[in-house]
């Protein structure tokens, strides 16, 4: 299995401003994976983190809005660029250690006043 | 294209009674993976169960069961002797193997509620 941390838990942000959330893994990750849930909704995908290369960002999603860094294999970072009330969702990144498995942080929770 | 469908928005359930939490799906991949999460209040999503689609055996882990039938294309979640603390919201999700991409897709997920 892998332990995986993120920071902020939640948070309070007004519109127009940027959130950058950590992702932080006890292990080293080819793979890393950011997902959206919305309020109510289930997960939808954003991007796919690989270390040296750029993200793959799915579609509906944009690197300007939502850029993504990772820097090494144990680490990520997601930034909610010029938020709306719109992104109010738990953000939560997740790794595959293994192709049978694929574990998720604890998410953050974003709510844009 | 995939597709992960959960009829069961909710579904109540008494303590100690086994349920089943229906999921099909839908894709034309040889090769693919099914998983169970759960998520309770707090919002973290909890790995259940894999069923990979060549294993020839139902997945079992603890009181968590998968009932996979292929050729139906379904893979229902059974949980054995609910307890209170099963109740949560439970997402059944793929990932292809084929093609590239291993996001997973997640179902509409199902409320379940243990009631004493």
């Known amino acids: 299995s892998a332990v995986i941390s993120q920071k902020p838990s939640r948070d309070i942000c007004q519109r127009g401003t940027s959130l950058t959330i950590q992702c932080q893994v006890d292990s080293q990750v080819t793979m890393m994976f950011w997902y959206r849930q919305q309020p109510g909704q289930s997960l939808t995908l954003i991007a796919t983190?690989?270390?040296?290369?750029?993200?793959?960002?799915e579609s509906g999603f944009v690197i300007d809005k939502f850029p993504i860094s990772r820097p090494n294999l144990t680490f990520s970072t997601l930034t909610v660029s010029n938020m709306s009330p719109e992104d109010s969702s738990i953000y939560l990144c997740?790794?595959?250690?293994?192709?049978?498995?694929?574990?998720f942080g604890p998410g953050t929770r974003l709510l844009v006043l | 294209a995939q597709k992960i469908t959960q009829t069961q928005p909710g579904m109540f359930v008494q303590e100690k009674e086994a349920v089943t939490l229906d999921c099909t799906y839908d894709?034309?991949?040889?090769?693919?993976?099914l998983f169970w999460y759960k998520q309770p209040s707090s919002g973290e999503m909890i790995f259940l169960i894999y069923q990979g689609s060549y294993d020839q055996q139902n997945a079992t882990e603890g009181r968590y069961s998968l009932n996979f039938q292929k050729a139906r294309k379904s893979a229902n979640l059974v949980i054995s002797a609910s307890q209170l603390g099963d109740s949560a919201m439970y997402f059944c999700?793929?990932?292809?193997?084929?093609?590239?991409?291993?996001?997973?897709?997640f179902g509409t997920g199902t409320q379940l509620k243990v009631e004493l």
């Open positions: 999700a793929m990932r292809r193997y084929t093609g590239g991409g291993n996001k997973l897709t």
């Open positions: 997740s790794v595959e250690p293994g192709m049978e498995t694929q574990y």
């Open positions: 983190a690989n270390q040296g290369s750029e993200a793959t960002y």
């Open positions: 894709t034309s991949d040889p090769s693919y993976g």
